[in-house]
């Protein structure tokens, strides 16, 4: 693992665990702390899943027409936010299983880390759901007596 900065992420999260841009503290529920960083996959504020504090980190979010944009963070260019991530777009047409090997694909070359690669898949997955059109609830059918007595009606 390539770390440039000479701070290490460990001591990035201690400090910047109880207070940050990201991080949404609720009352209700237990006190549950979530995350808004768009390299977290899961939002949940965790030192696992939040892509400030790790070198290397993958983000999903919505791409127009139904896209996914797959997002990772560079190792190089700390202090440039703009040249910090790399973007990889998916079209709306694509099929979800391209999608996901390709997603997988993507990060197991690059050596992006293993164990967030089921949590890109699942994200994908539920971005890739949520385009599909709805369908129109079918009207229910009248059974047994019901339907007896709506056809002696007619």
Known sequence: MENHSNVS???IW???????????????????????????????????????????????????KGGITLITKKTKHHNRPAANKNEVTFAGNTSGPKVYKAIVNYTAKQGYRADLRQEAVARASALIQSNRPKKDIPEKKLRGSKAYKAADKE
């Open 9 to 11: 992420a460990d001591l």
């Open 14 to 64: 201690e400090v910047a665990r109880s207070q940050n841009a990201y991080l949404v503290k609720r009352r209700s529920g237990g006190g549950a702390q979530f995350s808004r960083d768009p390299l977290n996959l899961v939002n949940k504020h965790s030192r696992k899943y939040d892509g400030f504090v790790n070198d290397k980190a993958v983000g999903i979010h919505p791409a127009e």
